[in-house]
């Protein structure tokens, strides 16, 4: 009876450590096109008097502060860096910064001095310095235009253009570059020019992955009924430039109201515009990292450790720079689900919308339109992508934001998203969840806080085990004496995934939780 004793207790010890020491993460980076983007921390990391185009360089790259050689090292391998506005034009105070003078395509010397030679050299050493840091490679902010367009009212001729792109889409391949983000310029909302460079670039350097975007206002219809698809001119350029690209870029925001107007304009572009076959036909929702990872989107990361908030120019109301161990659950989530092209899941929302608001004051936005006025976003309560809507239930904390989606994999991922609140507040409220999930023991992820969550799955689940992890950290833990099974159900508390979902956080970082579940 001892022996028998004994070898239960050392099986009992083996399988705990076991446990402990699982990781339901993989540890291979991911293929997914996300990317860490220079933008935020040129705008944000220094004194309000300095040029953001005149921060980019090689010692602040790479040196002093080092942007992308102290932060961001867990995750380094998964992301780009995009070089952003600014990276193939000369200082302020040594040539143009006119419109014009964008779209060369050629790594500025005066600002990368020890990238040397051809332009494909130049190219070619930025990024192997990139890969040397860690990362999956140099990404490249792009001009719609060639160099010199609009210059004394005088554009290239069409026949020399598609020679100057080809050249440009030649020199990224020869350099190993595979990321353009295709931005502003004086042909910035032409359809033609657009499918001109995704066509050029299938041609020439298929590696390479083009991101378009419509330029459109900061907000969405906020002098009418704050909804993205009221409003003629953004909608109008998502349709005309999203079903031919890779991925489509849902474009700049104010700070204070972020998420609800990214959320509507992901929404109505993922409902509304099809995709082209050559297309990956993926959508970007920036920073919102959380939104993107659990609608099965990408995200261009702009947060960073060095932003630096004076007091004429504090619009950070959500502390993302202090918030980055949310992308780094984002970004090890999507090793697990990748993002997928709108193509691959249906959409469906709430009647319910919510309305989000925000009093602008001067220097709280670039965006003068709306200083001294209260602008309202308005976007779907819940938002459901390849599975049945999510019953979202306000337990006296009001109601969040909340997105679901089922990759094509079969994994589930579920967010609860900030609001921006009447007061000037920005909080997530704890709402009650219940969620249909189908098969058992496909990974599951939890965004962001909830008072409880209830998971209906298709199967009995009062027998097995349930392991949960920080997708921040590299240990998962069993849970299942602290969930409440019952038939084919579980119910986590809302206690359960701040603890779980913050195991593994930075000390002094504020993020909200983030989850990975499995039940075997």
């Not at 040397?132 to 792009?142: D, Q, S, Y």
């Not at 999203?242 to 992901?266: I, K």
Request: aromatic content about 10%; glycine content about 8%; hydrophobic content about 40%.
């Amino acid at each position: 009876m001892f022996s028998y004793l004994l070898a239960a207790l050392f099986t009992a010890n083996l399988a705990a450590q076991t446990n402990k020491s699982r990781n339901l993460i993989p540890t291979e980076p991911g293929s997914s096109p996300n990317y860490y983007c220079t933008w935020g921390v040129q705008n944000f990391g220094y004194a309000e008097e300095r040029s953001a185009r005149d921060q980019i360089a090689e010692k602040t790259v790479f040196e002093d502060p080092g942007w992308i050689t102290h932060y961001y090292n867990r995750i380094r391998g998964d992301l780009f860096v995009v070089f952003d506005d600014g990276w193939d034009i000369p200082l302020a105070d040594e040539g143009s910064q006119e419109r014009w003078a964008f779209g060369s395509m050629e790594l500025n010397t005066k600002r990368f001095p020890s990238c040397t030679g051809t332009p494909v050299q130049r190219l070619r050493q930025l990024n192997e310095k990139v890969r040397a840091a860690g990362w999956r490679g140099a990404g490249l902010w792009v001009a719609a235009q060639a160099l010199n367009d609009g210059r004394d009212g005088k554009e290239m001729d069409e026949a020399n253009l598609e020679k100057y792109w080809r050249q440009r889409a030649r020199w990224c391949r020869d350099a190993g570059i595979h990321y353009w983000k295709v931005d502003w310029g004086a042909r910035d909302d032409r359809e033609s020019f657009r499918r001109m460079i995704s066509r050029i670039v299938r041609e020439e350097a298929p590696e390479i992955i083009v991101e378009h975007a419509g330029i459109i206002m900061p907000l969405n219809h906020w002098d009418g009924d704050g909804r993205f698809f009221g409003w003629d001119h953004p909608s109008g350029l998502a349709r005309k430039f999203a079903p031919f690209a890779d991925v489509f870029r849902l474009y700049d925001t104010t700070a204070q109201l972020s998420t609800v107007t990214l959320l509507d304009r992901a929404v109505w572009v993922l409902q509304n515009v099809p995709v082209e076959p050559a297309a990956q036909g993926l959508v970007n929702t920036e920073d919102e990292v959380y939104l993107g990872a659990a609608l099965g989107c990408t995200i261009g990361v702009m947060r960073h450790p060095l932003y630096r908030l004076s007091d004429s120019r504090n619009n950070d109301v959500s502390l993302y720079g202090h918030r980055i161990d949310e992308v780094i659950r984002a970004v090890r989530w999507m090793r697990l689900a990748p993002p997928f092209s709108r193509a691959a899941a249906k959409v469906t929302t709430s009647d319910q919308t919510l309305a989000d608001e925000w009093d602008f004051r001067e220097k709280e936005t670039w965006y003068q339109d709306v200083v001294g006025k209260k602008v309202i976003q308005r976007a779907p309560a819940v938002t459901a992508r390849g599975i049945e809507l999510p019953e979202v239930v306000d337990a006296g904390d009001g109601l969040p934001f909340v997105v679901a989606a089922r990759n094509p994999n079969g994994a589930i991922s579920v967010a609860s998203l900030q609001r921006t609140l009447p007061g000037r507040v920005t909080r997530t409220p704890k709402a009650i969840l219940r969620l249909q999930a189908g098969p058992v023991g496909k990974p599951i992820a939890i965004f962001g806080p909830f008072h409880s969550v209830t998971i209906n799955f298709d199967a009995p689940v009062e027998k097995r085990r349930i392991l949960a992890q920080d997708l921040a950290g590299d240990t998962a833990e069993d849970i299942t004496p602290a969930v409440q099974r019952m038939g084919h159900s579980i119910v986590i508390s809302g206690a359960i995934i701040d603890r779980v979902g913050r195991a593994a956080q930075t000390s002094g970082d504020l993020s909200e939780p983030g989850l990975l579940l499995l039940v075997e």
